[in-house]
């Protein structure tokens, strides 16, 4: 690549920002999409995928797929792939809880994960990362825990299969396997990696760059799918 076009990439990326944290177009513009499916490796979900779900489960796709609220997506087709083989998966989502309640912002991915629980039959693990919160924002480590168990009782009231959900928050679960495999991630991954991903910077607390091997190792730990799928 010449320099004029990394001057270009550079210019199309400032444009507009979209992480864990903002997500914002220059000079108050639209975000465009296309170029989002680009960065981050995407497919769209087209109308051939759409009709397969509905062809394999049987329900018609969500409303949030119908009207593209949902419009991309990364191996959905291997987990179509899997389903149609009869193989196991499962769902795994969460939040942050830094508030007293969920908005409908925060709702909207948990309605989603709802239906794809209903019409797959599978189990669901959801993760409330209290300690996450506590480094980023101005929290106690008492206030957190009390949030997170505020929001807990939102995301219970979605109506998820109780028989196939396991909700819990790391306060009061971080320990045994957890520890070990977050240790294990930490040893694969470099300071670099970490500022590439995240932007952290020397004022930046060290737990703030520790913690994206928390929330990794916590999901793919074994007592986690154990206690759902058993």
Request: glycine share 8%; with cysteine; proline share 4%.
């Amino acid at each position: 690549m010449g320099e004029e076009e990394q001057e270009q990439e550079q210019e199309q990326e400032l444009e507009q920002v979209v992480n864990p944290w903002e997500v914002s177009a220059k000079d108050g513009g639209k975000i465009d999409y296309d170029k989002l499916i680009d960065k981050f490796g995407c497919q769209r979900l087209d109308e051939p995928l759409i009709d397969r779900v509905h062809r394999l489960t049987g329900r018609p796709p969500h409303v949030f797929v119908r009207r593209g609220v949902f419009f991309a997506h990364r191996d959905f087709n291997e987990i179509l792939d899997a389903y149609e083989k009869g193989k196991k998966f499962y769902l795994y989502t969460g939040r942050g809880p830094s508030s007293e309640s969920l908005h409908l912002g925060h709702l909207i991915p948990f309605l989603f994960t709802k239906y794809l629980q209903e019409v797959f039959k599978v189990p669901l693990v959801i993760q409330l990362t209290d300690d996450e919160k506590c480094m980023w924002k101005d929290l106690s480590v008492e206030e957190a825990k009390r949030l997170a168990r505020e929001n807990a009782r939102d995301i219970i009231a979605c109506g998820f299969d109780v028989t196939r959900t396991f909700i819990f928050q790391d306060f009061e679960y971080v320990g045994g396997s957890f520890y070990n495999n977050m240790m294990k991630v930490q040893k694969c991954v470099t300071y670099n990696k970490v500022v590439g991903i995240f932007g952290f910077s020397g004022e930046d607390h060290i737990g703030k760059v520790s913690f994206p091997a928390v929330q990794v190792s916590l999901f793919c730990s074994e007592p986690t799918l154990i206690n759902v799928c058993t």
